[in-house]
């Protein structure tokens, strides 16, 4: 038996219909933005793996200093004891938020980051006895799949038969242009109630719905609003954290900075699993007291495991030096001249941008992740050696930083092809 054979026996994959997907791909080594598998086929990685890898596959730096690490200290419990690299790492990213962020927790991954801010909001206004227990939260978001963070992502197909055991949660819509007084009008309304405990947002880039895009103007007024109405605002940047958007981080595109962030992705270069959550002064104060009763009772095992914390060291210093800032800006700028490029291709709807993130919505049917198009479109780039993850009709790429400006071309190239191929099946159809 293969891999593939082997794996099919035994393992159960993610987001994968295990009666009707096809064999894994077994991936047997990764180099900067290339993938290669069993059979010596290069795959170049547009989606960074689920975008995580920031700097590129295996990167040398990172890889050595996880290695020093392992040598020196594997893991250690974090309640009682501390350790240099959660520390430095802690130091590091205080250094990159806003200075109103005071406190760095950590966990596992992006939905643990985003369970640890909603139980920080909700507990402080129980601490405080104060009762605050609504969350605001984006319909069409999504913030993970544990069940606080399914309950403040949209309710879908993901969520269905979960539905009833999630909490109940004020969605707003999302203030796409032309939607800003629609979406200010709601969270005014809300608003009106006594018991907002936060709001919870995908700044910028609403990642799983499609890479659905809003501009700073009206996140700015929404976080205005929450704050005079004292609410806490919690800035999921587990996607567009560490200069996805351009920026470090979507809200340093921002007057008002939130109040709670949550990280996770490219924390470690893609590496390491870890999450971080990280809160004001004021909020890690509520927690303050005499009374045992007060304490955040939250950690999980691997908490600041010390070669994740390394690697998340490590992919800061690579991130703060000047090439990956260079390459951030020339990978924006290449994107910028294919939207020009293709926005006037018959087949597409639509061209988005931020940053590095670009999303092609293709005029076909209804945007769906079960539609036949997303596999259809999926199997067409991977055949081409590109891996592609579209999201219902809309494809995106969100690329390592290392990728070459030849490799872009080519994932660009890929998806030309791909609207060619709907242009004719839609002309064929009617
Ligand atoms: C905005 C956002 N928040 C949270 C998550 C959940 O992260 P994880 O998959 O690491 O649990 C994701 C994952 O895609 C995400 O895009």
Redesign the pocket.
Known sequence: MNLAQRDSQIIWHPYTQMQTAGLPLPIVKANGALLTDAAGKTYIDAVSS??VTLHGHCHPYIRERIKQQLAQLDHVIFAGFTHEPAVTLAENLLRLLPPNQQRIFYSD???TA?EVALKMAFQYWDNLKIPKNKIIAFRES????TFG?MSVSSRSAFTRPFNQYLFEVLFIDVPVAGKEAVCLEQLQEHLQRPDVAAFIF?PLVL??AGMVMYAPEILDELLQLCRQHQIFTIA?E??TGFGRTGKNFATDYLQHAPDIF?L??GLTGGTMAL?VTTCTAEIYNGFLSQESAKTFFHGHSYTANPIACTAGIASYELLVAPESQEKISQIAAQHQAFQNQLQTHPAVKEVRQTGTILAVEFSTGPTSYFSNVRDLLYNFALERGVLLRPLGNIIYILPPYCITPAQLQAVYAVIEEMADLITRITNNES
């Not at 999504?142 to 799949?145: E, L, P, T």
């Open positions: 689920w975008w991954n992006g939905s985003v999504y913030h993970g799949d963070a995908e990642g799983t999921d587990v996607m949550c996770s992705k999450g």
